[in-house]
């Protein structure tokens, strides 16, 4: 199998501070993550995707100055929320492609999300 | 990428087969059909995949109709664990952003 892990689980913040959650692929080297996000009753959405050594790309109405994003190596993205605000209180979840022994048959694992509350 | 089409919600009783059904009509030749599920509060888990042909693994399996414009998953004994929504998603390559839609939220009944 493959794991991937976020951490924090579970974070509780005020409103204007900064909040960074980090994903990491624990058995497999991952050289693309994708950062989604999941508001409540709703399905997730894509955010962006971080390739290791090269800047994000974003989704259009994502902020990329807001939501920073850094893969700085082939088992770790992080994803910073600057100044969050209520508004940004939501399930954040990454995922890590893992290449398969054949071009074409990767297969996206995901992490067990970040749940995020601004005050 | 192809639409897909599910069933919002279904019900399925303890140790009976779960059949979840979709529907992707416009897929393409070189498109695979993934299936991962999202139990409440926890991040997507990947099931299953597959391209033309029939799909076995340890969760479950994976029917492609012939035409490939639909498939089936099954969960041959469902227990309680497995309530979830169940998203059905075809694309190319699932190294690439994946697109969830509703999915299926499947409630296992004692």
């Known amino acids: 199998g493959a794991v991937v892990s976020q951490h924090p689980s579970r974070v509780i913040c005020k409103s204007g501070t900064s909040v960074k959650i980090e994903c990491r692929s624990l058995d497999f080297q991952a050289t693309t993550m994708f950062w989604y996000r999941q508001f409540p009753k709703q399905s997730l959405m894509l955010m962006a995707t971080?390739?290791?050594?090269?800047?994000?790309?974003?989704e259009q109405g994502v902020e990329k100055d807001k939501f920073l994003i850094n893969h700085a190596s082939l088992t770790l993205s992080t994803l910073t929320v600057t100044s969050a605000h209520p508004e940004d209180s939501s399930f954040y979840i990454c995922?890590?492609?893992?290449?398969?022994?054949?071009?074409?048959?990767?297969?996206?694992?995901f992490g067990p999300g970040t749940r995020l509350l601004v005050l | 990428d192809a639409k897909t089409t599910q069933p919002p919600s279904m019900d399925c009783a303890e140790g009976r087969a779960a059949n979840l059904p979709c529907n992707h009509s416009?897929?393409?030749?070189?498109?695979?059909v993934y299936w991962y599920r999202q139990i409440h509060s926890q991040g997507p888990q990947y099931i299953i995949h597959?391209?033309?042909n029939n799909e076995t693994n340890e969760m479950a399996s994976l029917i492609i109709t012939e035409d490939r414009k639909s498939s089936t998953l099954i969960l041959p004994h469902a227990t309680l664990r497995d309530t979830a929504v169940y998203y059905c998603i075809v694309r190319a390559n699932s190294g690439y952003a994946l697109n969830f839609g509703k999915g299926t939220s499947l409630l296992v009944t004692p």
């Open positions: 597959g391209l033309k």
């Open positions: 416009t897929i393409s030749g070189n498109e695979y």
């Open positions: 995922s890590a492609r893992k290449r398969g022994p054949v071009f074409g048959r990767e297969t996206q694992y």
């Open positions: 971080s390739n290791e050594g090269s800047k994000a790309t974003y």
